[in-house]
């Protein structure tokens, strides 16, 4: 009997597998309806507990919950996911001991945060992971975000990213009905 992979239609459900490339734990594989991309992992590879700086992605299971993008840079946006422009005001906090660590900030921000418009291509796409955000537990990592890969698929601060070509194609696909599963 033949086996086919059941398809994912926008806005229903559907899996992101995310698992560390033999021999390289800072790159990975990305499956996503039996189609395998690469992608970066974070410059610590999968880890089981997540620390504030550690440079690991979090193993387990992440919704995607909503997303940025940078205009003029994006070839589309189409996707189920609320998606907004980015403006040079945000912001996303890092400070593990700030009232609103782990979430969205208005530049300037009275303590650390990390900048949602970049000189790079990194955040021109950049998806929300829920890791951390309820409950939010300080020190445990912020900014866990799904986005645009360095040329070499660099390693990542902790977030998973992929080829601008691959976000195109799966953002169709993409709602708050994604998972994303970090394997070992």
């Known amino acids: 009997m033949k086996h086919s992979a059941k398809k994912a239609h926008p806005g229903g459900r559907s899996v992101l597998t995310v698992r560390?490339?033999?021999?390289?734990?800072?790159q990975g594989l990305l499956n996503f309806n039996g189609k395998v991309f690469p992608c970066?992992?974070?410059?610590?590879?999968?880890?089981?507990?997540?620390r504030e700086g550690d440079g690991g992605t979090p193993i387990g299971q992440m919704r995607l919950l909503s997303g940025y993008f940078r205009k003029g840079r994006v070839q589309s946006t189409r996707t189920r996911l609320p998606l907004k422009p980015i403006r040079q005001s945000d912001?996303?906090?890092?400070q593990p001991g700030d009232p609103n660590y782990n979430r969205p900030v208005v530049l300037?921000?009275?303590?650390?945060?990390?900048k949602m418009i970049r000189n790079d291509r990194l955040y021109d796409c950049c998806i929300v992971?829920?890791?951390?955000?309820?409950?939010?537990?300080r020190g445990m990592g912020s900014?866990?975000?799904?986005?645009i890969a360095k040329q070499g698929f660099g390693p990542t601060e902790g977030c998973v990213a992929v080829d601008p070509q691959v976000m195109k194609r799966l953002l169709?696909?993409?709602?708050r009905n994604t998972v994303m599963r970090v394997l070992r």
């Open 20 to 26: 560390a490339r033999p021999g390289h734990p800072t």
């Open 40 to 50: 970066a992992l974070g410059r610590g590879g999968i880890k089981t507990i997540k």
């Open 91 to 94: 912001g996303w906090c890092d």
């Open 108 to 114: 300037p921000y009275r303590s650390s945060a990390e």
């Open 129 to 137: 992971l829920d890791y951390n955000i309820k409950p939010r537990r």
């Open 143 to 147: 900014a866990i975000f799904f986005h």
């Open 172 to 175: 169709p696909y993409l709602s």
